[in-house]
């Protein structure tokens, strides 16, 4: 394949593909700790990504989880804000819930992202949505495996939702788009690279995606703190939003 050919979308699904496929030659290489796996894992994706966006994007700005922030990318209309492997813990568990973010912002909008899914051999694209599964009957909500939010367990019991424990965001991002749940609500704070790439992939779906009040989602902002997102079947989004702000009235 000649990269130097791809548009935006193939070129973030290339590469979220190719490091996906690096992630599980590390992990199955059986030369590292189970504390050290987490790491050595972030470190090799984080240098074959920053590496490879730095060759065919020369000129847009970039941030990374696993690369000092410089502020550069603030004169850049055109961000790519990746994440190399979104659910370490995950990873190093050896667990299939974890994914990589490769993501484009454009004048702070997540405009291109894939999400690749290595444990289960997946890459959901921007650039290449499906029809979205049928509606469950009862919905099904997303929520950390380790630190469930209050709020999310609250708005659960007021719709009947069940809860479904999952690892990474981008895991539980795209089990929204693959019919594995209905709604995927956070508050317990991300960062941009938490969220860019799986809200680019899940808006492309026809998902709604938001801030818990409703507002957009705004990228490459100079504090890289994001409190809260929704990302869910259309069907449900004006009563989740309902149901956060009677929470907090």
């Given at each position: 394949m000649d990269a130097g050919n791809l548009n935006d979308g193939e070129l973030a699904a290339h590469l979220a593909q190719v490091a996906?496929?690096?992630?599980?030659?590390?992990?199955?290489?059986?030369?590292?700790?189970?504390?050290?796996?987490?790491?050595?894992?972030?470190?090799?994706?984080?240098?074959?990504?920053?590496?490879?966006?730095?060759?065919?994007r020369p000129d847009d700005g970039l941030l990374s989880e696993e690369q000092q922030d410089n502020f550069?990318?603030?004169?850049?209309?055109?961000?790519?804000?990746?994440?190399?492997?979104?659910?370490t813990r995950e990873f190093g568990e050896h667990r299939s819930d974890w994914a990589?973010?490769?993501?484009?912002?454009i004048d702070g909008v997540a405009s291109v992202g894939a999400v690749a899914l290595p444990g289960l051999g997946v890459v959901l694209r921007s650039d290449a949505p499906?029809?979205?599964p049928a509606l469950a009957d009862r919905p099904r909500m997303l929520v950390s495996r380790t630190r469930p939010a209050r709020e999310a367990v609250a708005v659960a019991e007021a719709i009947g939702a069940e809860l479904v424990a999952m690892g990474s965001a981008g895991a539980k991002a795209m089990a929204v788009v693959r019919g594995g749940a209905e709604i995927y609500l956070h508050t317990g704070g991300?960062?941009?690279?938490?969220?860019?790439?799986?809200?680019?992939?899940?808006?492309?779906?026809?998902?709604?995606?938001?801030?818990?009040?409703?507002?957009?989602?705004?990228?490459?902002?100079?504090?890289?703190?994001?409190?809260?997102?929704l990302i869910c079947r259309p069907e449900?989004?004006?009563?989740?939003l309902a149901e956060v702000a009677a929470l907090s009235a």
């Open positions: 996906g496929r690096i992630l599980c030659e590390v992990r199955g290489a059986g030369v590292f700790s189970a504390e050290a796996l987490g790491k050595a894992g972030d470190q090799t994706a984080n240098q074959f990504l920053v590496r490879a966006l730095r060759e065919q550069e990318r603030l004169a850049h209309a055109r961000v790519w804000i990746i994440d190399p492997v979104d659910g990589v973010h490769v993501g484009l912002a499906q029809p979205l991300q960062f941009e690279w938490d969220s860019c790439a799986p809200v680019a992939v899940a808006k492309a779906h026809g998902l709604h995606v938001s801030r818990v009040d409703g507002s957009p989602l705004v990228y490459n902002q100079s504090d890289l703190y994001m409190p809260d997102l449900w989004a004006t009563r989740v």
